[in-house]
């Protein structure tokens, strides 16, 4: 059984920065496809970034219009771990971020490909 869990979102003004990070169990995540979404209050869960398997095309990442240039996915393989650094945060960026895991070596934004979902990690951004 897969498990994800996120940690690292907290409390930060607007233009910080914040890194969160996705540690998994059960599945290699070099090997697989994995994703950060967020959901913020009253909207749809949506897509952020993702990252392929490190041998996936030499490994790809793609990010939401709304993110790019701004955060950062990336792992770890040695702990297991995927990150997302988010830097020069708005309000907007406020929501609960969730990590999964797909099956799967390359990426895709939609959500119902994820099979292993963590439990969500809030971030909040003051103006």
């Known amino acids: 059984q897969v498990q994800v869990v996120e940690s690292g979102g907290g409390l930060v003004q607007a233009g910080g920065s914040l890194r969160l990070s996705c540690a998994a169990s059960?599945?290699?995540?070099?090997?697989?496809?994995a994703g950060w979404f967020r959901q913020a209050p009253g909207k749809e869960r949506e897509f952020v970034a993702a990252?392929?398997?490190?041998?996936?095309?030499?490994?790809?990442?793609d990010y939401a219009d709304s993110v790019k240039g701004r955060f950062a996915i990336s792992r770890d393989n040695a702990k297991n771990t995927i990150y997302l650094e988010m830097s020069n945060l708005k309000p907007e960026d406020t929501a609960v971020y969730y990590c999964?895991?797909?099956?799967?070596?390359?990426?895709?934004?939609?959500?119902?490909?994820?099979?292993?979902w963590g439990q969500g990690t809030q971030v909040t951004v003051s103006s």
């Open positions: 990252i392929s398997a490190s041998s996936w095309r030499s490994q790809t990442t």
């Open positions: 059960g599945r290699t995540l070099s090997s697989f496809a």
């Open positions: 999964a895991s797909r099956p799967e070596l390359w990426t895709i934004r939609n959500a119902n490909y994820y099979d292993s």
